[in-house]
């Protein structure tokens, strides 16, 4: 019986997984040079810290399972409901501010298609405990320090960026003033690219047909950050603090050198119920790719937990948009096997030696292979190609001769004969400078 690998789920083979590495280190090293702390949480959590704040609707669009004890589990779907509880256990004791990033793998019961999938992971990058937007800027600078770093320009993407309670007022302005009706405004805006103009024109009419939906429409598709701060503003109270805070955050971003990637978009606001400040989505600028990253600030979630009142700011970032994106560029990294060192015998009866020196240079730190297969040296070397390894080191009949080995680099072709005993004794300045 032939089994297939399940719906939306994904298979790395090596050559998958060297990618999967490449964009992992680069999450992690961003993350550490601003400063974040690695943490992790569990794979399934109870279903109630789903449901808590964005109701039971949520379920459909998460896997979850009963236990023998009937106690109602999901696979998480996003993590920042763990991250709130797992601050909101210990808020009194953790120092602050709290700068943490995590890399989980998660599910999401989506119907797959190209870059949204059942199973994939998502790099977090959360501050918590700062109520100034200060931190908001910097979330969006560690998410553009990546995108630099993986070679995405201004051009590439752009990091729409909004404000909820700036969304508010305007929506407030023009008539819709309850939560209730705000949050279903916020979940059809939030659609407005998928729907397209007249697809959401036609929604519009029939959830709030007093409100001029091209009066809307012609704030939403406002991209001047100037506008923006007038049209909140204009709203009364909140919306000139929400406007100030903008602002703010726009001199911040000036400050971190990332406003040449944002842009002001009043279409983002995101689907997630408990954002409560600025919000952000990094698009592709190109071709009808969704969002690769969506964040913003929830300043209610640990106090949702019975923790005390800690507010936070971050995002996620799915690793299959953006390789996705990637690839559409052209723009992956030609990845090798990561070999340093393969070792030629140039004849069966050096095949001895050329196990030991493997040893012990494997034990120096070098990633180090040879043939199974007794072969000419010809063949060995075109292993040595294939497995993409820096350096080739031949031991030969010179070895007993003179003591010494063939070091080729398998970039330039060039050899070089070097003492044996000089190599094994140092291999990390003999070879580390080839390498
Ligand atoms: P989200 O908008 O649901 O936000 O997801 C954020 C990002 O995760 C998306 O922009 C996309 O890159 C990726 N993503 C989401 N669903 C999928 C999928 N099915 N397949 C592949 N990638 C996907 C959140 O999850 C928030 N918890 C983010 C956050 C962190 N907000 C504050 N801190």
């Known amino acids: 019986m032939k089994i297939q690998t399940p719906p939306g789920m994904r298979d790395f083979y090596p050559a998958e997984m060297r990618l999967q590495n490449w964009l992992f280190r680069h999450w992690r090293e961003v993350s550490r040079a601003f400063g974040c702390e690695e943490y992790e949480g569990p794979i399934f959590e109870y279903l109630d810290l789903y449901t808590l704040k964005s ?10 399972f009963e236990d023998r004890g009937e106690r109602r589990f999901a696979i998480r779907p996003e993590m920042t409901p763990t991250l709130a509880r797992m601050v909101a256990a210990r808020a009194n004791t953790l120092p602050r501010p709290i700068k943490w990033f995590s890399t989980p793998r998660m599910c999401r019961a989506e119907k797959p298609q190209r870059g949204r999938l059942r199973e994939f992971f998502q790099w977090n990058v959360d501050i918590l405990g700062v109520d100034d937007v200060l931190a908001d800027a910097e979330v969006i600078a560690v998410a553009i320090e990546f995108v630099r770093r993986i070679g995405l320009s201004e051009r590439d993407v752009v990091m729409r960026v909004s404000s909820r309670p700036i969304a508010a007022s305007v929506l407030a302005g023009m008539g819709i003033t309850s939560d209730e009706e705000a949050n279903r405004a916020f979940g059809l805006i939030d659609r407005y690219d998928k729907l397209g103009r007249d697809e959401f024109r036609r929604q519009w009419q029939e959830f709030a047909p007093a409100v001029d939906c091209d009066r809307l429409l012609a704030h939403l598709e406002q991209t001047d950050l100037q506008h923006g701060f007038s049209l909140a503003e204009a709203a009364g109270p909140a919306g000139e603090a929400a406007a100030k805070q903008f602002e ?13 990637y944002c842009a002001f978009d009043l279409k983002v606001v995101r689907g997630l119920a408990y954002y409560t400040g600025p919000v952000f989505e990094l698009s592709a600028r190109q071709g009808g790719l969704r969002a690769l990253l969506g964040g913003g600030r929830y300043d209610n979630l640990t106090q949702l937990l019975d923790g005390p009142r800690v507010s936070g700011v971050g995002f996620g970032m799915g690793d299959a948009p953006v390789l996705e994106l990637l690839t559409e560029l052209g723009k992956l990294p030609a990845l090798s096997a990561g070999l340093d060192v393969f070792v030629i015998d140039a004849g069966s009866e050096l095949f001895p030696k050329a196990v030991e020196i493997t040893s012990q240079l494997r034990r120096a730190g070098f990633a180090c292979d040879f043939s199974y297969k007794r072969q000419a040296i010809g063949k060995q070397f075109a292993q040595a190609e294939k497995r993409g390894a820096r350096l080739a080191i031949v031991v030969g009949a010179e070895l007993a001769e003179s003591g010494q080995l063939t070091v080729k680099d398998m970039r330039t072709a060039q050899q070089q004969a070097v003492a044996a005993a000089e190599l094994l004794a140092d291999p990390l300045s003999t070879l580390g400078a080839m390498r």
């Open 248 to 260: 703010e955050l726009w001199q911040r971003l000036r400050q971190f050198q990332v406003d040449s």
């Open 55 to 64: 109701g039971p609707g949520i379920v459909s669009e998460l896997f979850n």
